[in-house]
């Protein structure tokens, strides 16, 4: 059983706190994504968690045992670093068998594992290589390999694919979650690319300032995001964003005047918000759609993109541009056309001056 | 640098857990630096405030040393062929220098040979180099006469004694200077050479314009330091001249050798070695100060 | 002014620079190979009043005459031993030391690095006099102990690696720490083998120094059979009387290990003096 429990965890650089308070729980076999923005402390967490930072408060178990102060070998654990951080000097046998080597392990079976994780890889061809002569694929294998040969209970994963290019990188997700299925471990992803949590994480956890701002699946963090920053963190382009007033009820949805003036419904419960409040109105470009009637708008790029075309509008008493995916088939205006937007209440979503989400109503759930 | 601090601090579990390591690592070195160099250093500061000989200590007299030490005309005479010994290297060292450095930085295809042979001198031992220029230096056999003429003994000439050793100190240590000039040449981005020679400059306008400014940091530590080499002076001075004729070639550290081993003064020696400790460190002082302030002037 | 005329003045500059180049060149060799032609002369030769460059006769004499004398092969002996054992004790305390500072942390860590570089400082030749007594008290005078103790401390050799630790990358270490590497290790078979150039270029630069060390073996020792060659080499006088060509034998064969040294790693020498004195 690799579990993994964190309680109350924060972090300090003297005065500075920049863990917040972190309550997760990851289970055996789950391969969970800590996805955020530069700064937002998943790598912090991701190191505390492999041993390489204190835990300046707060306890982490793993397995059930709480290990905040053992030793990083002593866990259970191994890490894939973003630099790969292969030693130089050793051929990429020695580089996998390292550990081993250390943990006093019998240098046939070091041979033994070392061989199978290598073919399982398809770097067995490489064995006798240093790094520097190996391609930036290869090496990331290598720096992979090294932490399968551990049999290690959790595998931690320090934004790995971000030193490959565009090709490389979508081939090497692909493998990532057949490695998963592969193995059944324990696995913890950190990444600030939005599109490789999506795709590689069974439970996504966004972090903002230190703090998890949602815990989720990806369709639950994409479909019903808690708040403004989840919102606009995943799906691209971003979820669009203009500023509405609360003008009243209608059944069980909420009606928002825009600011052109006109009302729209949205299958969001208001609560306890009276008329007037400011909320914002959140709308996705797919959930955008060219109309006879609606709200107004002047077209301003359009860009084709093959099997989509972005449309970006500018809404009169809205700040920058609103997008909206037109997909094949559909007509594209021309630039300075007016057009008119419309939405499904269903997909809309509103959210309160706070950035929590406005609680969608039944009509809202049974859309999705 | 915060980062790689705390996460070795974490992976042996604390800072408390890391000093055991860190101790082990640092015992030998710590055991001969104390030794060595603190146990001495002090001791030098105490003995200057007694009276002892080499072997014994005999009694506390507080700043006597050094009131006899101001009023010393060794001592001042000492210094002055010192800081003479300086002036006469300093200068020949660091234009010779780059004078070199910048032959090395443009001949290209010969640069192993030419580097080669202005810095061998430099691991030489001295005594090499002493028993060298003591041949040369020969007033009937000695091949500097055979080309100047004359019968010059040139160590026993009290106005040329130390001149002589100058030169000699010069051939044997230029090649540190070139060293320096040539990394300090080698740092300059080849871009502004080709940005001022598309601007039609060449010769001595780059060299005025380019080079010589962006060599500044170079040259003023390759002074001090030359500075601070000169001052330090024993070898060359002691093997060829003993020091004479008359004194004139007796510096500093020859002066404080012979209180502490002929006269066995050890008190007195150890306050001009602090005397000279302090006129060292303050010419570093001045070095990096110097560098400081150049460095402002020129952003 | 046109491109050509600048090329022209710019061939101008390179004669002048041949010139120059080749001047200092012969300049700076002229001294040892006066002194090898020397000592490839009859003694006679080198004292007659008939003067010239190259020897009328040429002979090994002066090198068989001035091995045979004795003691050069013992000083030989005597500067590879203290020079070897100098340079391997400086690096291996050097090198834990540097790493500690570099990368453990621990109480008092600032303080006693500044300390260390304050021997920077301080120059050796202030603690002569401290330093013979305490040898005297250790009865460690005309001692190989004594004369290789008191160069192993090296603030400038720390410094350097320090400075190069510090700039190897941290993921290193974080990857061998998670493999389960104590500190002891990760220096030993991650930040050794990566700093292979520099400590061979600290290792030579030191060895170079410690062979040349006049002043500290001056001090310690007493007797003939103790000396480094620095030393040995002005006492050829008293063992060769006035014989010049003895003495420039002398003189070579006592330069010849460390010439040797630095042709053979002519790279790495510079590369350590440079380190040695802050530049790169």
């Known amino acids: 059983m690799a579990s993994v429990r964190l309680r109350g965890i924060e972090k300090r650089y003297g005065d500075n706190l920049v863990i917040k308070g972190i309550d997760l729980d990851i289970e055996d076999g789950q391969f969970v994504v800590f996805v955020g923005p530069s700064g937002c402390g998943k790598s912090t967490l991701l190191r505390m968690i492999a041993g390489l930072e204190d835990i300046s408060s707060g306890t982490l178990e793993l397995d059930g045992k709480v290990c905040n102060g053992v030793e990083p070998a002593k866990r259970g654990i191994a890490m894939v670093f973003q630099s790969y951080a292969l030693y130089p000097h050793m051929t990429v046998a020695e580089n996998m068998g390292f550990a081993l080597k250390l943990a006093k392990v019998p240098q046939a079976e070091i041979g033994e594992r070392v061989r199978r994780a290598a073919d399982a890889l398809q770097i067995g061809h490489l064995l006798e290589r240093k790094p520097k002569a190996l391609s930036g694929g290869q090496r990331q294998r290598v720096a992979i390999g090294r932490a399968i040969v551990r049999k290690p209970e959790v595998f931690l994963f320090d934004e790995p694919l971000s030193n490959l290019d565009a090709a490389l990188r979508a081939q090497t997700r692909v493998e990532l979650a057949h490695l998963h299925r592969e193995l059944g471990s324990t696995m913890i992803y950190v990444t600030h690319d939005q599109v490789e949590a999506m795709t590689l994480g069974q439970k996504i956890v966004v972090f903002n300032g230190g703090r998890i701002e949602q815990v989720g699946t990806p369709l639950e963090l994409y479909e019903r995001p808690a708040n403004l920053f989840v919102a606009g963190f995943l799906g691209s382009p971003r979820m669009n964003v203009i500023p509405v007033t609360l003008a009243g009820e209608e059944g069980d949805a909420a009606v928002v005047r825009l600011p052109d003036g006109s009302t729209a419904a949205v299958a969001a419960g208001a609560g306890r918000l009276a008329p007037g409040a400011a909320l914002r109105l959140g709308l996705r470009p797919e959930h955008l759609r060219l109309a006879s009637t609606g709200f107004g708008a002047t077209v301003g790029l359009v860009e084709y993109l093959g099997d989509v075309t972005l449309v970006h509008v500018q809404v009169p008493g809205v700040d920058g541009m609103l997008a909206v995916k037109v997909y094949s088939g559909g007509p594209a205006p021309a630039s300075g056309s007016r057009v008119a937007l419309a939405f499904d209440p269903a997909r809309a979503y509103l959210f309160d001056e706070s950035g929590a989400a406005l609680s969608s109503t039944t009509a809202h759930a049974a859309a999705l | 640098m915060q980062r790689a601090e705390s996460s070795i601090a974490a992976a042996t579990g604390s800072p408390r857990r890391e000093g055991l390591p860190a101790l082990l690592l640092l015992a030998p070195f710590l055991a001969a630096f104390i030794l060595f160099f603190l146990v001495p250093a002090f001791e030098t500061f105490w003995l200057s405030l007694t009276e002892s000989s080499l072997t014994r200590t005999n009694g506390f007299v507080g700043l006597a040393n050094y009131a006899t030490l101001v009023q010393d005309p060794s001592f001042w005479d000492a210094l002055g062929n010192t800081f003479y010994f300086a002036l006469l290297t300093v200068i020949p060292l660091t234009a010779i220098g780059l004078l070199m450095a910048m032959l090395v930085n443009h001949f290209v295809r010969a640069q192993g040979w030419l580097q080669g042979v202005f810095f061998l001198p430099f691991v030489l031992p001295i005594s090499v180099m002493t028993l060298i220029a003591d041949w040369m230096l020969q007033p009937s056999s000695g091949v500097i006469n055979h080309i100047l003429g004359g019968q010059r003994p040139w160590l026993a000439d009290p106005s040329w004694a130390l001149p002589a050793v100058a030169i000699g100190t010069v051939w044997w240590t230029v090649g540190f200077n070139m060293l320096l000039f040539l990394a300090g040449l080698r740092n300059i981005p080849a871009e502004q050479y080709e940005a001022a020679a598309l601007d039609g400059a060449s010769g001595w306008t780059l060299f005025r314009h380019i080079t010589w400014p962006a060599l500044r940091p170079v040259t003023t530590t390759a002074l001090i330091l030359q500075l601070i080499a000169s001052l330090k002076v024993f070898g060359q001075t002691y093997i060829l001249t003993s020091g004479g004729p008359f004194n004139t070639t007796r510096v500093t550290l020859h002066y404080m050798y012979e209180t502490a081993f002929t006269q066995s003064d050890a008190g007195y020696a150890a306050a001009i070695a602090m005397a000279f400790v302090a006129v060292v460190i303050l010419l570093s002082l001045l070095q990096v100060w110097l560098v400081r302030y150049l460095a402002r002037r020129d952003a | ?280």
């Open chain 3, 1 to 280: 002014m046109n491109m050509s005329s600048a090329h022209k003045s710019n061939l101008g500059w390179s004669a002048v620079g041949a010139v120059c180049a080749i001047v200092l060149a012969l300049l700076w060799a002229a001294p040892l190979l006066w002194a090898l032609s020397t000592a490839l002369r009859p003694e006679l030769e080198t004292v007659s009043a008939d003067f010239h460059w190259l020897p009328q006769a040429w002979t090994l004499d002066a090198f068989r005459k001035t091995l045979a004398a004795g003691n050069l092969l013992r000083w030989l002996f005597n500067s590879a031993l203290v020079a070897l054992s100098v340079t391997v004790v400086t690096m291996a305390i050097s090198l834990m030391a540097a790493y500690a500072f570099s990368q453990l942390r621990f109480r008092g860590k600032g303080i006693l690095f500044a300390l260390a570089m304050l021997a920077f400082l301080l120059p050796f030749e202030a603690l002569l006099v401290p330093l013979f007594r305490t040898m005297n008290q250790l009865g460690m005078i005309n001692s190989y102990a004594g004369i290789v103790l008191p160069q192993v401390v090296s603030p400038v050799v720390i410094y350097v690696f320090k400075q190069f630790f510090d700039e190897i990358p941290a993921d290193f270490r974080e990857a061998a720490v998670m493999d389960g590497a104590g500190p002891l290790r990760v220096l030993w078979s991650v930040y050794l083998p990566i700093s292979g150039n520099i400590v061979w270029a600290m290792a030579i630069v030191t060895f170079i120094a410690a062979w040349n060390n006049f002043l500290w073996p001056f001090i310690i020792v007493t007797s003939t059979d103790m000396m480094t060659i620095p030393l040995g080499l002005t006492q050829t006088y008293d063992a060769f009387g006035v014989r010049y060509a003895q003495l420039m034998a002398a003189a070579l064969l006592g330069a010849f290990p460390v010439a040797l040294a630095y042709i053979l790693f002519q790279k790495k020498v510079t590369q350590g003096f440079l380190a040695a004195s802050g530049l790169k």
